[in-house]
């Protein structure tokens, strides 16, 4: 469906495994690359949609004295606004557990920012979905935190994962953004490509 990238080998530049699940669902070939660890900082005084669009582009620049003529390369970030803060991955425990007391019986927003580059062309998107989480007990989200460790993910949880199935009470706007990666906007994006 994708045939006008046939001319492309394409490059996901990610380690989330959420994120290679997402793209080959879209039924495109492509293969995982990782040019180590990315500074995911970010200057002050961005507004929330443009801090994960500024760190795509970051994990994109990382790579791009490697990028090959005939290579497409997909980078993206994903950071969680509660509407007074960005919260991102966690440091370890307690910051896991703090995020996700912020996140209990509120909306919230999921933003991804998104950047497919080639030797020649570049765009940078991203794609926002408000989650609303019902009231976590505090032992519930000790119990997610233990088992499923989630020190990967933006604002500590997956909600394709057990804290979701309990706590995400409605979605307006893409799972799959919610996931890590917004696969219809990114399908739209690389078809016009």
């Known amino acids: ?12 530049a990610s380690n989330s495994p959420r994120r290679k699940e997402l793209l080959a669902g879209l039924d495109i070939s492509f293969e995982v690359k990782v040019n ?13 949609e443009e801090i994960p669009m500024y760190v795509a582009q970051k994990k994109a620049d990382a790579y791009a004295p490697f990028l090959q003529e005939d290579e497409l390369l997909i980078t993206a970030d994903t ?3 509660t509407f007074e803060e960005i919260l991102g991955k966690p ?22 920012g998104v950047c497919i580059v080639t030797k020649n062309k570049s765009i940078v ?6 989650v609303s989480f019902g009231y976590l007990e505090p032992s ?28 995400a009470e409605a979605i307006n706007g893409s ?9 219809q906007r990114l399908y739209r994006e690389l078809k016009a490509f």
């Open 140 to 167: 519930d989200i000790e119990y997610y935190v233990d088992k499923y460790k989630p020190y990967d993910k933006a604002g500590s949880y997956g909600i394709q994962e057990w804290i979701g199935y309990i706590g």
């Open 125 to 130: 998107f991203s794609v926002s979905s408000a």
């Open 36 to 48: 180590g660890d990315v500074d995911e900082s970010y200057p002050e005084g961005l507004s929330p």
């Open 91 to 112: 440091s370890d425990r307690e910051d896991a557990i703090k995020m996700l007391m912020k996140l209990s019986n509120r909306v919230h927003e999921v933003i991804t």
């Open 1 to 12: 469906m994708l045939s006008n990238l046939d001319k492309y080998r394409i490059i996901l």
């Open 175 to 183: 799972f799959f953004n919610v996931m890590g990666l917004p696969v």
């Open 79 to 81: 950071v969680v606004w």
